[in-house]
């Protein structure tokens, strides 16, 4: 396991969030944007100066996503949004996945290279049930289930050719690979591509750098794992908290690994014991990602 110092790794906003998710960096703006899950406010983080801002949410959002005609696409349990931060208005775009079945609600979130986004599922009253799937949201705003039996569809991403998707099936402990139809938008070949042992917490946030291969955070697993594309690890890095949810590459050169953390039900002690819990950490791994695409719809 590659060990990283207190000098590798810094705290760059001390955002003591519940539940850190989806950062992503808006290469345009030059800041790094993500959620704290749930209805919490939403981040925005600018290097360049250091200041950071939040934006009041009164919805349970989850997720973001990139939108290619300008703002954001807002992922929230019974809803997708299209969300303007300039004036924090948000606009209903798709309504729950199974109306019959509030308790399955949406969760993390990425869009395909077409510009078409990918929404995972969750039964919230029971996260351990099997009853997650994957959804494609089309430019039309039309749904579309392309896989299930998911017992918490978290984090997604994809190889930088478009053609595998990747989705941690978080309650189940394993990453499960996916041939993509990039001109079809489906899915087929469902496979394990990596296993988490009961020691290793749970696979959480993921997402592709620009050589092919995966990142995952390790819910309650104290570190983050980077697997080749055949789904040997490549190497594990140890993080001072608990719980590493997800990362986004920013920066000029796309080479600055941001990573979301979670505090979520700590006690005091734990506080003490894990002081950047909730917080945005950074670090250098030495590697580039990707722009992650933006919604075309």
């Known amino acids: 396991m590659q060990e990283v110092s207190p000098n590798d790794i810094k705290q760059v906003v001390a955002a003591q969030n519940r539940l850190g998710e989806t950062p992503i960096w808006d290469p345009e703006e030059k800041a790094l944007y993500w959620v704290d899950w749930g209805g919490r406010p939403t981040w925005r983080y600018e290097p360049a100066s ?8 009164d919805l349970p959002v989850t997720a973001l996503a990139r939108r290619a005609s300008g703002g954001w696409i807002a992922i929230a349990f019974n809803g997708l949004y299209a969300w303007e931060p300039k004036t924090n208005h948000y606009r209903p775009i798709c309504g729950t996945a199974q109306p019959a079945k509030p308790e399955i609600c949406y969760n993390d ?28 949201l089309d430019l039309d705003g039309s749904l579309h289930e392309i896989d299930s039996g998911y017992a918490t569809a978290n984090g997604i991403g994809f190889s930088p050719d478009g053609r595998t998707v990747y989705v941690a099936d978080q309650r189940h402990r394993q990453i499960i690979a996916l041939d993509y139809n990039p001109t079809l938008g489906t899915a087929s070949n469902r496979r394990i591509f990596a296993r988490l042992a009961d020691d290793e917490g749970m696979p959480d946030g993921l997402i592709v750098d620009a050589e092919g291969f995966i990142w995952n955070g390790h819910w309650d697993g104290w570190k983050l794992t980077r697997y080749d594309p055949d789904g040997k690890i ?9 719980h590493v949810i997800s990362f986004a590459f920013g920066g000029k050169n796309l080479d600055a690994l941001y ?7 700590f006690k005091d002690e734990e506080r003490k014991k894990q002081p950047w819990g909730g917080d945005l950490l950074c670090f250098y791994p030495g590697i580039q990602g990707l722009v992650e695409p933006a919604f075309a719809g």
């Open 50 to 57: 250091g200041k950071s801002t939040t934006f009041p949410v």
């Open 234 to 242: 490549e190497r594990q890095v140890r993080f001072p908290v608990q």
């Open 109 to 136: 979130a990425a869009v395909d290279r077409q510009g078409r986004l990918l929404v995972g599922t969750v039964n919230m009253n029971d996260p351990f049930l099997p009853e997650g799937s994957v959804y494609r």
């Open 259 to 265: 990573v979301t953390t979670s505090s979520w039900d």
